[in-house]
């Protein structure tokens, strides 16, 4: 099959987050399929994946076909929104020239990413298919950014029904989903669970931590509103006030981070109690895992979670290093517990969570081996991604092969 895999924020496998779609296309490829991957050349607003001098670039990255399409810098949520529009515009221009593919994944990164994959595939004449990866528009109701009245949200509806409707499939990487799609039109067989994983080659296995003290907690992935991070900063004030040896490790980008330092400084702690480092590609985090005695997982509490679960990347990456996981979440599912492989943790309470680590911190070595031992064990079973890509190359040779008969 050719497949076109269209997901805004996608970056190769060299890159530092969003890799689902390069791993995904990878597996596939080695499978015999020919894959495209069409994604915005600055994922992240700030910063060119590669260089665009035109609409866009092609370029082989790890052996998969990226075409990267020219869209703004921004810093604001204004620019963000007109990054989405450009992003949609452009990736259906830039199509016309691909050679015509068997089926199109759109990814609701953004729902714009997804219309576009719709877009493309009804250019073609060929069968599209939705991927869910947040409930658009449903999230802008938990997070109180909006309310139902809201000219947005109503037009965001209309787009996420429009493309329920015309889509021949869904994927769903939640496993509480499936009633909130029925709810809204998508048929039982329509409905795929594909959920997010990691490549098991990753991590190599898990070697000692070094000695402690400190105790050292870390955390891979975005600073965004809905990770919270603010609860760690102020449970790292906790334990300072305690007096515990035991420090958080922050490595990562996003909107929240220039306010996570003020709210360290302002608190008076230091890198020795709070260290924020740059993003690095998840090919370099082997020395900075092995580095950590622990991981911590924190998202805010919200409705999505509790009522469709969760299936985010970094907590899968943890699980593969095969360290303990201090997990403050409310969702309706719980890989951590799953996989007894760490603590678990209410959502924003600083108290809470400067309590476990402090009690994971004077766990005895052998113990904590044992909650990185299984959770490896269990991702391994349950969220490789090459078995995924197996499992999705299957659904789509159905699809595909349906319209051919």
């Known amino acids: 099959m050719r497949i076109l895999l269209i997901n805004h924020y996608a970056v190769p496998e ?61 810093r604001s949520l204004p620019g963000r929104f007109l990054s989405m529009l ?17 089926v199109v994944i759109g990814s609701s990164v953004h729902l714009h990413a997804a219309d576009a994959g719709r877009r493309i595939a009804h250019r073609f004449g060929v069968p599209f298919v939705f991927e869910v990866r947040d409930v658009w528009p449903e999230v802008f109701l938990d997070m109180r950014a909006m309310s139902r009245r809201n000219p947005v949200y109503q037009y ?17 990487l939640l496993p509480g989903m499936k009633e909130y799609l029925r709810a809204h039109g998508v048929s039982e067989q329509r409905i795929w669970y594909i959920p997010n994983g990691v490549d098991t080659a990753l991590f190599e296995e898990p070697r000692p931590p070094p000695p402690a003290p400190p105790f050292v907690v870390s955390y891979f992935g975005a600073h965004g509103p809905a990770n919270g991070l603010d609860t760690v900063i102020r449970a790292a004030a906790v334990l300072k006030r305690a007096g515990a040896a035991v420090k958080f ?30 993003p ?24 999505v979670l509790r009522r469709y679960g969760l299936s985010a990347n970094k907590l899968f990456d943890y699980l593969l290093a ?5 997990f403050a ?12 492989a760490g603590l678990i943790v209410p959502p924003e309470d600083p108290e809470a969570l400067a309590d476990a680590a402090l009690r994971l911190s004077r766990t005895p070595q052998a113990e904590r081996d044992s909650m990185g031992r299984r959770g490896r064990e269990w991702v391994r079973e349950h969220h490789d991604l090459r078995r995924l890509a197996g499992r999705l190359a299957s659904h789509l040779e159905q699809v595909v092969g349906a319209r051919s008969d």
């Open 14 to 74: 060299r890159g530092s987050f969003g890799t689902r779609h390069a791993v995904l296309a990878r597996f596939l490829r080695e499978l015999g399929h020919e894959v495209t991957v069409m994604a915005s050349a600055i994922p992240d607003g700030r910063h060119e994946t590669v260089p665009v001098s035109g609409l866009f670039a092609d370029r082989i990255e790890g052996g998969v076909h990226f075409r990267f399409i020219r869209t703004n810098r921004y």
């Open 86 to 102: 450009l992003f949609r515009a452009r990736a259906v221009r830039a199509s016309s020239d691909l050679r015509a593919p068997d």
């Open 156 to 172: 965001l509806r209309f787009l996420e029904l429009r493309l329920y409707r015309e889509a021949v499939a869904v994927i769903t």
């Open 249 to 278: 490790r922050l490595v990562g980008d996003g909107s929240r981070k220039p306010a996570l330092r003020a709210l360290a400084s302002e608190l008076g702690i230091g890198p020795d109690l709070v260290e924020f480092l740059d």
């Open 280 to 303: 690095v590609p998840k090919v370099a985090l082997q020395p900075l895992a092995t580095a950590t005695h622990a991981f911590v997982f924190h998202l805010k509490d919200l409705a």
């Open 322 to 326: 095969g360290r303990p996981i201090l």
């Open 329 to 340: 979440c409310r969702a309706a599912n719980n890989p951590v517990e799953e996989a007894q």
